[in-house]
């Protein structure tokens, strides 16, 4: 009978605990002891994913150096990522306009958010060229068929921001096919406002 007592004690205190995750007061407690965000991070682990809170400081006024001995100055940037493209696309520019040169950075034909996007695998372009007026300076291009390589990483992206860096082995010259370095190698995306 002693048995009887303690198996219906074991019962009714098994069926009245709460076996139900979302009934714990945590959601994404997995018994683990570490909370698992929804959207796949991992809480404060890892400092969690990044937000458009995490906007990092304007990184301009910054310069390239080409190997022809030029230096180029850009503080003016601008993005676009139109609704349903699968294009990106980061520019800058030079708002004292000491020269005409657009620095482009873009992934073409298989962007789709966040992540890094290589000339390897992907259609991904570095380009230095004058808008107008022109004066004739070189245009210069990432060229696989000569080594060049690019990688675009978009570390964050939504409708109004987006930020990352790029790194670009080297460019060559349109018209005279020459390699050109380009210092320093890696650049930054940084997109206080969207096209979109």
Not at 123 to 131: A, G, I, M, S, Y
Request: net charge negative.
């Amino acid at each position: 009978m002693r048995h009887i007592e303690w198996l219906a004690l074991a019962l009714a205190v098994g069926c009245s605990a709460k076996d139900s995750p979302s009934e714990s007061g945590n959601p994404t407690d997995s018994g683990s002891g570490a909370s698992v965000d929804l959207d796949g991070g991992t809480g404060d682990d890892d400092g969690g994913p990044i937000d458009s809170e995490d906007f990092p400081a304007d990184p301009s006024p910054f310069s390239i150096s080409l190997s022809d001995g030029s230096t180029l100055s850009f503080n003016l940037p601008s993005c676009q990522h139109f609704r349903g493209s699968t294009n990106f696309r980061s520019f800058w520019r030079d708002a004292d306009r000491s020269h005409t040169y657009v620095l482009t950075m873009q992934v073409m034909q298989t962007f789709e958010g966040a992540g890094t996007y290589s000339s390897a695998d992907h259609r991904v372009e570095v380009k230095l060229l004058e808008e107008a007026p022109r004066t004739g300076a070189p245009t210069y291009w990432t060229d696989s068929s000569g080594g060049d390589t690019a990688a675009i990483e978009v570390l964050y992206i939504d409708d109004e921001r987006a930020w990352g860096e790029t790194t670009v082995s080297g460019l060559h010259d349109v018209e005279s096919g020459g390699a050109v370095s380009v210092t320093p190698s890696t650049l930054p995306v940084w997109c206080p406002e969207m096209e979109i």
